[in-house]
């Protein structure tokens, strides 16, 4: 096994290639996931029965599905139906199910968490529905969320390594590669998860600082 820094430092730039890729996954499931999660949120917690059964089985189907499975069926299985997507592509709407469906249930905790109060309060000053929703529930709800949201967004991007199984170039992807050439399977993994670390490490002190700091506010 080659630990030296020579040859870490010549896997350095192709694996940071990776690791910029496993990054934009992350950006893309958090674009289109969170919005996903607040409608399904919404939904959930409707009125209509039909809406809001459908959004349930959304819900629970994108919860109940391992990650990997949701990959292969994106990629492998809707050209079957003559629907192909790239492997780029392929990975963040897969992976946007899954953070709309887990994101889903946190925003739903945080609606659920905003004092009865705050809701009356609202409907005294004359505000409609909608504008309750948006003005007074939503931004408590979503304050209430941001932790919890922020330490999945850190799952999420560890969660991409998943995607090497659909041929996304993320950094596993490259790790493997490099692995197969050299047959340095074990120094490239390590150097691999380093840099994973280096990303979840430091999130996971800022998402425990934010509750920290939030948990001092609400207890004033």
């Not at 893309?28 to 917690?45: E, K, R, Y």
């Not at 945080?110 to 309060?121: M, N, S």
Request: with cysteine; charged share 10%; glycine share 10%.
């Amino acid at each position: 096994m080659d630990f030296s820094p020579e040859t870490m430092a010549g896997w350095l730039p192709y694996l940071l290639g990776g690791l910029w890729i496993s990054l934009k996954v992350t950006a893309g499931c958090i674009v289109f996931g969170l919005p996903l999660g607040l409608v399904l949120a919404l939904a959930v917690s409707s009125r209509s029965p039909l809406l809001r059964l459908a959004s349930l089985a959304l819900v629970e189907i994108g919860r109940g599905t391992p990650g990997l499975i949701m990959l292969e069926f994106v990629y492998y299985g809707l050209p079957q139906i003559g629907l192909t997507l790239g492997t780029y592509v392929a990975a963040i709407a897969a992976l946007s199910w899954t953070t709309g469906a887990y994101t889903s249930e946190i925003i739903r905790a945080g609606l659920e968490a905003v004092p009865f109060g705050q809701r009356q309060a609202a409907i005294a000053i004359g505000l409609n529905p909608l504008d309750r929703l948006r003005f007074v529930i939503l931004p408590q709800a979503l304050r209430i969320a941001v932790p919890a949201l922020l330490g999945f967004a850190i799952l999420i991007f560890q969660g991409t390594s998943l995607c090497y199984a659909i041929s996304t170039p993320e950094l596993i992807s490259r790790a493997y590669e490099i692995g197969a050439n050299t047959f340095q399977y074990f120094p490239v993994l390590v150097l691999a998860g380093m840099l994973y670390a280096a990303i979840s490490i430091p999130g996971s002190l800022i998402v425990g600082a934010i509750e920290r700091r939030m948990g001092r506010h609400a207890m004033r």
